[in-house]
Each structure stands twice: as structure tokens, then as C-alpha cells.
């Protein structure tokens, strides 16, 4: 989902350099070719999409309200344990929709404690059931999954249940699951196949006993003590809602938390998270995981910090590690799709263009691009206009929103301050920050301490914001429409003069006046 934002926009900077946007049809540096309309003309299909992702979806939706013929073809390889979904992709089946909802339901067990408070006769503790919660969320995403069937067959676009492999630039070939051999042809062919979680290769009993967000999210049953390994934002968002749903949780942090984002903020989060109720292993790294007879496991970890080797016996091990490309299936070198040698992801230029003419990438298979739904959905889209549409718009990747569902949300738009300070100068940028009392968090006595808000801008000229940074409830519904602003150009003098809606958390973003510069307290005292 999600990109690290600090290696994106270096990626960003090193492929801007070498692909440029061309006139269609002609050739680009480093032989890139950009789109072309009008190929064979003899192929089955005008456009074969392979990946039935929101990504996908999107761009063979929009390619066929243009009259075209259509095809798309998707198919999920079970994970290790087993677990296969539907048509959907990652952020529907094992991601941002589960996510959200479990998020949501572990909120609801913190108003409980709540309750109370405003007079509520309510039981704060009261036992979660963890089937119940995911039955519910399992029968949402499977009509989500015959939702989007529907759609494809409203729009005439053929679906295949198949996976898919090239033959040559313009044949892709699958196998049904009665080993029927089919073969597509098209004009032009999208890659929108994503990606998986990954294991790691050097611990023994990994793959074996471990699980991944790809099974998380369909147990039947609790986790119960769960270890999640990994500092990303999958496997902060996954700790939280296991604590908040009253499951001993332990994060396994090697390094930093949440590598990419602001790290001022990332330490929040951990430390709100280390306050209420998680655990965390810091500096430690997984040496092997192994299984009981009462089905429990034993995992031993280097603690790199204390020079020892511990260890301890959990029911989980949930591997939040990152995630590869699933570019290995798809036999690109037959067809000549180059690759980035490190992460294997496919490389593209400006108009999501591969190395080969009518063969295009899009959203978290693609190198250097946000691992966002909305991205590949808008770049989806895009990329169907321009090839149907007789449209130049490019998706622009600067200043995309995004949001991390942990239990205190953390939502940013822009540059980190780091970021910042890398390509404007420590004296050149002005960061306004403030830490905030939500009304909501008052009655109840609930810890504010993290709650916290930073406007990264440039000093000189009108102040423009370069990024801002949000700590508290409802993150996303409050940084999604400063997003607006800050894409449009807003300067820290046009958001002083915005008047906030009170009482709310998002007007303390309108108020902030205190620079990290004068070294005054970062603490509203009201109005």
C-alpha cells in the first residue's frame, strides 16, 4: 500500500531522468516506447489488463466506456496456508477494506471504556468475539467480489479466472482449472498484478508456521498471542487493532518504525502504541521459529541491543515484512519487459510505458509508485484515456495523501520534515508544530500525549506547504481535505486566514503559529 515516501520520490527523481514524455508512437531514452494507438488491429481484444486489482478494474472499466473491447484476467495464487480470495485484489480482500474494519472494531472497544464516562452503563471490558467480527467482514468483501463480477459483465468486459503468462508481446496464455490451455491477444496489454507479502529466506520454520495479512484477515478464529514481525505500516496497523481487540500483542522492530514516513511522527505512534498496550522487541532480529506439540510456537530472536538470544512461545507469528512484486509468473523476459534489478518490479516512465511499446504497468508492480489503491486507480484510469481517449493527462505522484490506521491515526500529505530538510536546507523550511487536546478525549480522561500536528513549509517568498503531518482521531477524514490545499499550492499565510470549524481536531491545523524555530512550547492552550 503502502511506498515508503522517502524512497519513492528518490526513484521518482532518478526515472524522471531518464523517461520523458514522447509524442505517441515515438521512442523514448533507454528504448522506452510511449503509447501507441492502432497496432495490429488483427488481436482479440483492444486491451487485455492481467491483474484484477482496484488498478485493473479501474482501467479496464474506463477503457470500456470508450466502446472497446475489453478483457481481463486475474487469478490468486493461495498463500502457503492456503488462503485464496476474489475479484478484487489486495486492498479489498486482504487489505485496506479488512483493515479499516477491524481498525474500526478495535476503536469500538475503546469507546466502550469510554462509555462509562458519559454515563453509560456499560461493561468496559467486555469480551471480543472474534469469529462474529470476521464473519461479518468476510461475507462484506465476498459481495464486494460479486460486485465487481457485475460490473465487468455490465461493461462487456470478458473476465478470465485464469493466470496468466506471456507467449509472446501480444498472446498471453492460462490454464483453466480443468487445464484447458487459452490463449489472449491484444492490442495492448496492462500489468496490474501487485504484489504479496514476503517471507523471509533466512528464517528456519518462516513459511512453515508463519502467517501474512493475507491470512490474517480470513481466520476463523482469534490469533490469540500474536507476534507481528516487522516495523511497516501493515504490521503497526495489524498490532493495533490485535491489542485493541484484547490480544497480547509484540511488535518485532529490527530498526526504525514506519521507514519512509516522518520519523518524529512514526516515534509517536510506536510510543502511543508501546503506552497502550503493545509490546515491542527493539533491535531484535528472528533467528527461527519452531512448533510445539500443543501446537503453540517457540520463536528465538537475536536481541542486538543486549548482545543475547531470547525466547518465547506465542499462538502467531504474523510476517509484516514487506511485500514482492508478482512479476515472477508472468514470463516478461520472453516478451522483453525489463525489470528493476533489485526490487523486480516493472519499470516504466511517465506514461506508465514498459520497455515494450503496447505493454504498460501500473500501481504497486510498477517501480517507483505509491503502493496506493487511489494512485492505481487514477493511474488506471488515466492510462485508459490516453490510449482511447485521445487524452495527454499524466498522473501526477506529488502530494498524495495517505493515512496509517493504527489505534492513534497518523495522516500526511507532502514532504517529511527529513525530506524537507534534504532538498531545501534546514534554514531554508519553517516547521510550525503543536500538540492538541481532542474535545473527545476530555470527559474521558483519555492520553493526549501524542496527538499531534507539524506544517513543514519554505521559509522564504509566501511560505508554500510542503507537507503536513497529523496526529489524532479520524486522520484521514481530516488530512484529505487540506490534500486539496496543499496540491493546489497553499501557502501557510492562506491557511492562518482559513477559519476552522470548532470544535473539531482538524481546526488546530488553521492555529498553528508556533515554529520549532523559536523553541516555545508546542501546546494549545485554547483559543
Known amino acids: 500500500m503502502a511506498a515508503a515516501a522517502v524512497a519513492f520520490a528518490a526513484s521518482r527523481r532518478s526515472w524522471r531522468r531518464l523517461f520523458r514524455w514522447r509524442a505517441p508512437g515515438s521512442r523514448a531514452p533507454c528504448g522506452l516506447i510511449c503509447p501507441t494507438r492502432g497496432l495490429s488491429g488483427g488481436n482479440e481484444y483492444d486491451l487485455l489488463v492481467i491483474g484484477g486489482g482496484s488498478g485493473g478494474l479501474a482501467c479496464a472499466k474506463e477503457a470500456a466506456e470508450f466502446g472497446k473491447k475489453v478483457a481481463i484476467m486475474d487469478f490468486v495464487v493461495p498463500s502457503p496456508r492456503g488462503t485464496s480470495w476474489g475479484l478484487g485484489g489486495t486492498c479489498v480482500n ?38 462474529q467480527m470476521a464473519k461479518a467482514i468476510q ?133 502511543y502504541m508501546e503506552s497502550h498496550g ?46 514482492v512484486p508478482e512479476t515472477r509468473r508472468l514470463n516478461l523476459d520472453k516478451v522483453g519487459v525489463k525489470l528493476h534489478p533489485n526490487s523486480q518490479k516493472v519499470l516504466v516512465n511517465a506514461s506508465e510505458a514498459t520497455s515494450v511499446a503496447h505493454i504498460y504497468a501500473i500501481g504497486d508492480v510498477a517501480e517507483g509508485r505509491l503502493e496506493l489503491t487511489p494512485t492505481a486507480i487514477m493511474a488506471g484510469k488515466l492510462l485508459a484515456r490516453r490510449l482511447f481517449g485521445q487524452s495527454t493527462e499524466l498522473m501526477d505522484y506529488d502530494n498524495v495523501a495517505t493515512t496509517v490506521f493504527t489505534p492513534l491515526e497518523y495522516g500526511c500529505v507532502g514532504l517529511s520534515e527529513e525530506e524537507a530538510e534534504r532538498r531545501y536546507g534546514k534554514d531554508d523550511i519553517e516547521v510550525y508544530h503543536a500538540y492538541y487536546k481532542p474535545l473527545e478525549f476530555t470527559v474521558a480522561e483519555r492520553d493526549s500525549t501524542q496527538c499531534y500536528i507539524k506544517m513543514v513549509c519554505l521559509r522564504e517568498r509566501d511560505q508554500r506547504i510542503l ?61
Not at 98 to 106: C, N, Q, R, W
Open 139 to 271: 461475507n462484506h468483501i465476498k459481495s464486494l467480489n460479486w460486485g465487481y463480477r457485475v460490473q465487468l459483465q455490465e461493461r462487456n468486459v470478458k473476465y478470465f479466472n485464469i493466470q496468466g503468462s506471456f507467449v509472446n508481446d501480444h498472446t498471453v496464455r492460462g490454464f483453466t482449472k480443468a487445464g484447458k490451455e487459452t490463449l489472449v491477444t491484444a492490442d495492448h496489454i496492462v500489468l496490474a498484478t501487485g504484489g504479496r507479502p514476503r517471507y523471509p529466506d533466512d528464517v528456519v520454520g518462516a513459511m512453515e508456521y508463519g502467517i501474512t495479512s493475507d491470512d490474517l484477515f480470513w481466520l476463523k478464529a482469534s490469533p490469540g498471542k500474536t507476534l507481528v514481525v516487522g516495523a511497516s505500516y501493515v504490521s503497526l496497523e495489524c498490532a493495533g487493532f490485535l491489542t485493541g481487540l484484547g490480544l497480547s500483542t509484540t511488535v518485532m522492530m529490527r530498526s526504525i518504525p514506519l521507514r519512509g514516513f516522518d520519523q518524529q511522527m512514526a516515534l509517536l505512534v510506536a510510543d
Open 467 to 527: 507537507g503536513l503531518h497529523f496526529i489524532g482521531p479520524h486522520a484521514g477524514e481530516v488530512i484529505q481535505g487540506f490534500a486539496l490545499g496543499i496540491k493546489c499550492g497553499a501557502t501557510y499565510p492562506q491557511m492562518k486566514k482559513t477559519v476552522g470549524i470548532h470544535p473539531t481536531s482538524a481546526e488546530e491545523v488553521t492555529k498553528l503559529w508556533i515554529t520549532k524555530r523559536s523553541a516555545l512550547p508546542a501546546t494549545v492552550t485554547g483559543c
Open 278 to 323: 503493545t509490546k515491542f522487541l527493539k533491535h531484535c532480529t528472528m533467528k527461527k521459529l519452531e512448533k510445539l506439540e500443543n501446537n503453540r510456537l517457540r520463536v528465538t530472536w537475536n536481541n542486538h541491543e543486549a548482545g543475547t538470544e531470547e525466547s518465547s512461545v506465542f499462538d502467531t507469528v504474523l510476517w509484516a515484512i514487506g511485500r
Open 94 to 131: 486482504v487489505g485496506c477494506i479488512p483493515k479499516k474494519l477491524m481498525h474500526h472494531a478495535a476503536l469500538l472497544g475503546g469507546a466502550l471504556m469510554d462509555a462509562h464516562h458519559y454515563g453509560w452503563d456499560v461493561a468496559p471490558s467486555a469480551p471480543h468475539n472474534w469469529n
